[in-house]
């Protein structure tokens, strides 16, 4: 976290009533600077209470005050559902803590947005695919998230980043990036560059689907990797779906197959040593069943046909991000080290590779699971 902030006084400003006892940076989203707040409540039971404080990211969300009042609406009707299911909507959503004016976010005077939620307790989030099992539970979360979203006023949404997983503009503003060159980077990257162009074909397909109504829009999350959904430690259950911010109309290809790159892949994101990267059949087999039956029979027979399209797309597509980013100087993805988001560009493209090589496989895969789970 680049600026020292004075936490006390920015939690000052939310309703924890409390005595602040830490704050300290949590978590490994690229995005937002999250804190775990953990305060003490006298004469209550327990007695301490863990929060997540986030200061959201607004060089990319540049309306945050939209931003929130689609989490508020989505948490709230994700609350009603729950609550009809018999779960429980204090683990099963994320559950805002408002500001003492009743806000669902602070502004402080240097112009940061800050949010609170109330940390979800005895659950934890993985960056990379423990067992099958696990990455099955969390297909389940992300597919039932859809479907318990089917009937939520879409048109109700803000885009809180219009054209997110549009690929074909994605593609356009990573050739903007190639050409500037701000950093002289691209001589070096040629390779990577090239992989990606020769592609240019392939982004345009889901694209193409969704203009002639082949592909329907939904309700989706779109940022769907495996640290966004928070696993029961006790249950072993998909819990509850985690980062709202780009809860958007999307499709379900694009939901599955960003959980696909980033969880049915033998090494993590940024893996320098690409020896190590590729598709595990095994995990992207569990996560295609657990999606389907999550999504409960909901996804039409071109949604089902599309899903390995979706996660090559969602794999590229990240892979020529995180390439832009590297030739822009690092300015989107929160980076840790020199050269991060090139090594992640690289496992992504090794991953699309892969699947290339793959592809009769993960269509065997989906066609077969779907059959086996009856969805369509
Ligand atoms: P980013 O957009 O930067 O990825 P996230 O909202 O995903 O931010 O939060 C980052 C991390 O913080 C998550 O991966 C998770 O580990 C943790 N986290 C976020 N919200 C909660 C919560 N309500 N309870 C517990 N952990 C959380
Ligand atoms: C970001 O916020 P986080 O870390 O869950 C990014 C995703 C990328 C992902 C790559 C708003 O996700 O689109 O796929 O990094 N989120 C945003 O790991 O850009
Ligand atoms: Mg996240």
């Not at 690229?30 to 863990?50: F, M, S």
């Not at 090794?350 to 009856?374: H, I």
């Amino acid at each position: 976290m680049a600026r020292k902030t004075d936490w006390p006084a920015v939690l000052e400003h939310f309703a924890l009533n409390g005595r602040l006892i830490s704050a300290e940076p949590y978590g490994s989203g690229h995005i937002n600077d999250t804190l775990l707040v953990v305060v003490e409540k006298e004469g209550e039971e327990p007695a301490v209470r863990r929060y997540i404080l986030q200061r959201m990211n607004d060089s990319i969300f540049t309306a945050p005050s939209a931003l929130m009042e689609n989490v508020v609406n989505v948490t709230s009707f994700l609350r009603r559902k729950i609550e009809e299911e018999g779960g429980d909507p204090e683990r099963e959503t994320l559950n805002i803590v408002p500001t003492k004016d009743g806000a669902s976010f602070w502004t402080d005077p240097d112009k940061n947005y800050w949010r609170v939620y109330h940390f979800i307790e005895g659950a934890s989030c993985y960056d990379q695919v423990r067992n099958p099992e696990d990455f099955y539970q969390s297909a389940l979360a992300f597919g039932r998230f859809q479907q318990m979203l089917s009937d939520y006023p879409a048109e109700t949404l803000h885009e809180t980043i219009p054209n997110f997983h549009n690929t074909p503009l994605r593609l356009a503003d990573f050739g903007r990036a190639v050409a500037e060159d701000v950093c002289g980077r691209a001589g070096d990257v040629q390779q990577e560059i090239r992989f990606i162009l020769d592609r240019e074909q392939d982004t345009h397909i889901l694209a193409d689907m969704l203009k002639r109504g082949e592909l329907p829009l939904r309700v989706t999350h779109n940022d769907t990797k495996l640290n966004n959904v928070m696993i029961d430690d006790a249950t072993g259950r998909g819990l509850c779906v985690i980062d709202l911010d780009t809860v958007m109309p999307g499709l379900a290809a694009h939901d599955y197959g960003d959980s696909i790159r980033f969880g049915a892949s033998t090494a993590a994101e940024d893996e320098p040593d690409l020896s190590k990267v590729s598709l595990d059949l095994e995990l992207f087999e569990s996560y295609t069943r657990g999606f389907l039956k999550g999504c409960g029979g909901s996804l039409t027979e071109a949604e089902v046909r599309m899903l390995p399209m979706g996660a090559k797309m969602m794999t590229l597509e990240c892979g020529m991000r995180f390439l832009a980013d590297y030739l822009q100087g690092d300015v989107y993805f929160k980076t840790h080290r020199a050269g991060q988001n090139l090594d992640r560009c690289r496992t992504q493209l090794k991953l699309v590779k892969d699947m290339e090589e793959k592809w009769d496989q993960m269509s065997a895969v989906v066609d077969r699971v779907n059959r086996q789970t009856g969805c369509c």
